[in-house]
């Protein structure tokens, strides 16, 4: 069970990179213009199922790594509250009808660099979030599984940040350059 669960959120991460980068959204546009026009959509579309699915199997383990207490599931809950909210805080930067792929963009509608509202104190507030709001899953529920995922979590987080950071540099050249020089990169206040 737990090398499906190594693998299966490997392979999760894997893919949510893949299907984000540049160059995949490029040869779909030119080659599947049809399905690139709900690109979006179908990208979260993936990304749910195969979230409800992983999390699933990963909150089936009951094998406890240690017993919480008072004090340990206070932590969680500030820590998943921590998480929730810079999450909820991040999408509101967002068109919320684009993201969801229920907006499409006009043929000449360029991207546009967010750099306002929580992303003018990180650069990755998506996965700062995501990272609070594991710790504390963990700390309340802290099973084997729940412990791989962290552990891939992290590992992700730290990759998944460098390859779209890579992605937005492409994008938007030296104005990301500037951005990124002046904001740190996940916690604030931390580095």
């Not at 959509?41 to 009951?62: C, E, K, P, R, W």
């Not at 967002?94 to 229920?102: A, H, R, S, W, Y």
């Amino acid at each position: 069970m737990y090398l499906i669960i190594v693998f299966g959120w490997i392979i999760y991460f894997a893919v949510h990179s893949f299907l984000a980068a540049n160059n995949v959204k490029q040869w779909f546009k030119l080659h599947l213009p049809v399905i690139y026009k709900y690109y979006r959509m179908l990208y979260n579309i993936i990304a749910i199922i195969g979230l409800l699915i992983l999390i699933q199997i990963t909150f089936s383990d009951s094998k406890l790594l240690f017993t919480t207490n008072r004090m340990t599931n206070s932590i969680a809950v500030v820590l998943f509250l921590t998480g929730s909210g810079i999450l909820t805080i991040s999408f509101y930067t967002f068109d919320k009808m684009e993201f969801l792929g229920l907006r499409i963009p006009e043929k000449n509608e360029q991207s546009k660099l967010v750099v306002s509202g929580i992303y003018q104190y990180m650069r990755h507030p998506l996965y700062s979030g995501t990272f609070f709001l594991v710790a504390g899953v963990l700390l309340w529920h802290p099973t084997v599984a729940i412990a791989l995922f962290f552990a891939i979590t992290i590992l992700y987080i730290e990759i998944g940040s460098r390859l779209e950071e890579r992605k937005l540099t492409e994008e938007f050249g030296q104005a990301y350059s500037t951005y990124a020089e002046t904001v740190k990169r996940y916690f604030p206040y931390l580095y």
